[in-house]
């Protein structure tokens, strides 16, 4: 079994192929050291887990441990090839650290304690402040890479049991706008498009994607087709030198939080110029008139000056867009994470509807996902969304949900807006809600604001659990820790970012007293004595199939439908797209083929929201807008971000993604080839201010905020002028200094708190900084493939 350095060949060797062809197969493997084929015992069935992507794999195992990974030559999504992650990330399961009893807080200290112990505490607290203050004195926080199972059963306790209107998951750091942006448009969550259409699209659009490092796998697809007869031309829009913005046929680098601005003057130009497909237009969409008026306003002169761009750029950018036969655009966090968020991913919209490029082979959008199961968290309404995409302000919807439940109406709040994350750290500030239960997710190094955070999490009234493998960040805040078990060790589905569902098998047990999420979770519901509206315990199923049953059953009839699958035929095909019946037993691979879209007024998710305040939309006013629900192309001016650059502060700070590692690193950290690749924070610095600022490569530079500092070995290059970048995985678990000493190094110290008005998600690109020198001393070297030669080898001979 052939293994590739998967750090220095981040993107593997090229199988070139051609528009309309399949996707050669290329299987890619990683066996622990002294461990040969031979030697593996079985292979367990399961999907990678550190990324969006999908990427089907199998799991080695021999010894009951895990010893491996090999993608799988039949997965839809990989086609067997495997990124840096998927293949050396695995060893985390093995880590030295990890959580194997239950913790809890005595005298201020964590000390060891018996699950009865623990779960009675848990149980006691919530008791006391249910029957003090109600269920909005308890809130959940969980992640975006749990089971769509287990998201199902916290949705369904939290919801349905014990009536809290404070659930959110991570997903609200990271596509929150992405499920908003679809929700503006189209009526409804869910991908249009599909990973195989790169197969066939002559213009592949990325705004604010860097798809090299954030979902390596796909940019390998992208890559083969750029190596390929009749390769698509590439239009990258980020301010970083990625090694998508190296391959792209046009980068454009816009100053930070001017999305909209340079999406409305490239509107203006398809517009001006009548690329667009009138005929589609007016059989499917609604609001071209207003759309046009606005953007009027924007030619490409006055959206260059506002983006720091030539208006020329613009204006081939808008040609290259608007001159495509089959154009694919996709769109993650340099728009998600910035200013505008959601009115900047809607606009994405706009280009493609106005272009009629939906619903067909190469065509269509891909507003994508930061986790590999941020999907099923929105999906399951483990998250702001109420459980299988139904709308929170429709009745009949909720009616439809409770009755599903067998419990009470009243049961499952929907008197207001469900609350999001940073609204709930807001009521445990102010004391109003008092328990908070964290699952799978580390908020004390990748929220905004950290000093805040740390002091909202460790107040004495906040009574805080924690659910996770390692003792993070967060887990040291905790009044209780509850060992989880992870990937691998337990069994579950999952759905990536272009709705490709996969079964992950148990491979291994978990270590010592760890349980399964979904587990806990049941726990505590029998502990809570939690019942439906007959009495009968609630939840009802009891095991990862069972709630895999009642799931589909939720899901049924809805634009996620999960009906048509089973255990059993994710076993025997690598990879499902919902929705997923009777009718489409195989799965569906593009929606709206048909022009027809879940907008209906009586069926959509979401009536939508003013995408400038975030003011919702009445249920009589969609109606009047949309009666026949069809697609919306909505509008909205530009106005300049909340903080912006001045003379004490000159420069963007804007965080965001490394290749060699996920989130906070509580898993990739621990992986011996991971962490050597990029052990320590950076700090990126274009030319032009590292020579302003007597900075040269390697050196040590101090980058400060309102809110904090943050100390790093600078890179120099590959970022516009005025910009500054830090990756925010690094916290402080692995380093002898807690947070707040001299030589911070998590990003997040730097962010402020806002959020965008629509989504809710917190902005982590429009911070205006400072940067000194600190001193000379040289950074220890890393392999960055941004930087490095080992870009230049994948792209030699394809950059267009």
């Known amino acids: 079994?052939?293994?590739?350095?998967?750090?220095?060949?981040?993107?593997?060797?090229?199988?070139?192929?051609?528009?309309?062809?399949?996707?050669?197969?290329?299987?890619?493997?990683?066996?622990?050291?002294?461990?040969?084929?031979?030697?593996?015992?079985?292979?367990?069935?399961?999907?990678?887990?550190?990324?969006?992507?999908?990427?089907?794999?199998?799991?080695?195992?021999?010894?009951?441990?895990?010893?491996?990974?090999?993608?799988?030559?039949?997965?839809?999504?990989?086609?067997?090839?495997?990124?840096?992650?998927?293949?050396?990330?695995?060893?985390?399961?093995?880590?030295?650290?990890?959580?194997?009893?239950?913790?809890?807080?005595?005298?201020?200290?964590?000390?060891?304690?018996?699950?009865?112990?623990?779960?009675?505490?848990?149980?006691?607290?919530?008791?006391?402040?249910?029957?003090?203050?109600?269920?909005?004195?308890?809130?959940?926080?969980?992640?975006?890479?749990?089971?769509?199972?287990?998201?199902?059963?916290?949705?369904?306790?939290?919801?349905?049991?014990?009536?809290?209107?404070?659930?959110?998951?991570?997903?609200?750091?990271?596509?929150?706008?992405?499920?908003?942006?679809?929700?503006?448009?189209?009526?409804?969550?869910?991908?249009?498009?599909?990973?195989?259409?790169?197969?066939?699209?002559?213009?592949?659009?990325?705004?604010?994607?860097?798809?090299?490092?954030?979902?390596?796998?796909?940019?390998?697809?992208?890559?083969?087709?750029?190596?390929?007869?009749?390769?698509?031309?590439?239009?990258?829009?980020?301010?970083?030198?990625?090694?998508?913005?190296?391959?792209?046929?046009?980068?454009?680098?816009?100053?930070?939080?001017?999305?909209?601005?340079?999406?409305?003057?490239?509107?203006?130009?398809?517009?001006?110029?009548?690329?667009?497909?009138?005929?589609?237009?007016?059989?499917?969409?609604?609001?071209?008139?207003?759309?046009?008026?606005?953007?009027?306003d924007y030619p490409p002169e006055r959206a260059a000056e506002i983006c720091g761009l030539d208006a020329a750029q613009i204006r081939e950018a808008a040609h290259l867009l608007g001159g495509a036969e089959r154009l694919l655009c996709t769109v993650l966090q340099g728009f998600y994470q910035s200013h505008q968020a959601a009115a900047a991913a809607v606009q994405v919209n706009n280009v493609v509807l106005l272009r009629g490029m939906l619903g067909k082979p190469g065509a269509g959008v891909l507003q994508m996902n930061g986790q590999p199961t941020a999907e099923n968290t929105r999906e399951c309404g483990a998250d702001g969304d109420l459980t299988g995409f139904r709308n929170w302000a429709n009745d009949e919807h909720v009616a439809e949900l409770a009755k599903l439940w067998n419990v009470d109406v009243t049961r499952i709040p929907h008197y207001g807006p469900p609350t999001h994350l940073m609204q709930m750290l807001r009521y445990a500030e102010n004391g109003s809600l008092r328990f908070l239960c964290v699952s799978a997710t580390n908020p004390a190094v990748s929220l905004p604001n950290l000093h805040s955070i740390r002091s909202i999490l460790s107040q004495d009234r906040l009574f805080l659990v924690v659910q996770d493998a390692f003792r993070t960040e967060t887990a040291e805040l905790a009044d209780v820790v509850l060992p989880a078990a992870i990937w691998g060790e337990k069994t579950g589905t999952f759905t990536n970012a272009d709705r490709t569902v996969h079964l992950s098998e148990k491979a291994v047990d978990p270590p010592g007293q760890a349980r399964a999420d979904l587990d806990i979770f049941l726990d505590y519901a029998r502990r809570m004595d939690l019942r439906d509206a007959d009495g009968a315990p609630f939840p009802p199923w009891s095991d990862a199939e069972s709630a895999f049953e009642a799931w589909k059953r939720a899901s049924a009839g809805r634009p996620c439908d999960y009906s048509g699958l089973s255990y059993h035929k994710l076993r025997k095909v690598s990879g499902i797209q919902w929705p997923c019946t009777d009718d489409h037993p195989n799965g569906t691979e593009r929606l709206y083929t048909d022009g027809k879209f879940f907008a209906d007024p009586d069926y959509c998710e979401s009536y939508g929201r003013d995408l400038i305040t975030g003011a919702p939309t009445e249920p009589v006013e969609y109606r009047a807008m949309n009666p026949d629900g069809k697609a919306m192309l909505k509008a909205a001016g530009y106005f300049p971000p909340h903080e912006t650059p001045d003379e004490d502060r000159p420069f963007f700070l804007i965080n965001g993604r490394t290749i060699h590692h996920f989130h906070t690193r509580t898993k990739t950290g621990r992986a011996p080839q991971l962490d050597a690749a990029a052990p320590e924070v950076w700090l990126e610095v274009s030319e032009s201010d590292a020579a302003a600022a007597g900075l040269a490569a390697g050196d040590v530079a101090e980058v400060s905020t309102p809110q904090g500092l943050v100390r790093a070995h600078v890179r120099v290059g590959g970022i516009r002028a005025g910009v500054l970048f830090l990756p925010f995985h690094y916290g402080y678990w692995d380093v002898d200094h807690a947070a707040g000493k001299d030589g911070d190094r998590a990003a997040n110290e730097l962010t402020f708190t806002d959020w965008d008005p629509v989504s809710k998600q917190p902005l982590f690109k429009v911070a205006a900084a400072a940067l000194r020198k600190v001193s000379d001393e040289q950074a220890a070297p890393t392999i960055t493939p941004a930087h490095t030669s080992v870009h230049e080898e994948h792209v030699a001979g394809v950059t267009r």
């Open 1 to 296: 079994m052939p293994q590739r350095d998967g750090i220095r060949e981040p993107w593997g060797a090229r199988t070139p192929y051609g528009p309309g062809q399949s996707w050669p197969v290329r299987v890619d493997s990683h066996l622990a050291e002294g461990v040969g084929p031979e030697d593996v015992e079985r292979w367990a069935r399961s999907a990678a887990v550190l990324h969006s992507n999908g990427d089907g794999l199998d799991i080695a195992v021999a010894g009951g441990r895990i010893v491996g990974v090999r993608g799988r030559a039949d997965d839809r999504v990989n086609r067997g090839r495997l990124d840096p992650k998927d293949l050396f990330g695995w060893q985390a399961n093995s880590a030295s650290d990890r959580l194997t009893k239950p913790l809890v807080r005595r005298g201020g200290e964590l000390v060891e304690a018996s699950w009865d112990e623990a779960m009675d505490l848990v149980v006691r607290r919530s008791t006391e402040l249910l029957d003090e203050g109600g269920p909005g004195a308890l809130g959940f926080y969980t992640s975006g890479q749990l089971f769509a199972e287990e998201y199902y059963t916290l949705g369904a306790l939290a919801r349905g049991g014990i009536g809290t209107n404070h659930l959110d998951g991570n997903t609200r750091l990271c596509t929150a706008t992405a499920a908003a942006a679809l929700k503006e448009s189209f009526g409804c969550d869910g991908q249009p498009a599909s990973y195989t259409d790169i197969d066939h699209a002559d213009v592949i659009a990325l705004f604010g994607h860097n798809m090299a490092e954030t979902q390596a796998v796909l940019w390998e697809r992208v890559l083969d087709r750029l190596a390929g007869p009749e390769p698509p031309r590439l239009l990258c829009v980020d301010p970083r030198e990625t090694p998508v913005a190296r391959a792209a046929t046009l980068h454009l680098a816009p100053l930070p939080g001017t999305n909209v601005a340079l999406m409305n003057g490239l509107l203006h130009e398809i517009i001006e110029h009548g690329w667009v497909d009138r005929g589609y237009i007016e059989r499917n969409t609604v609001g071209y008139n207003d759309l046009a008026a606005a953007v009027a």
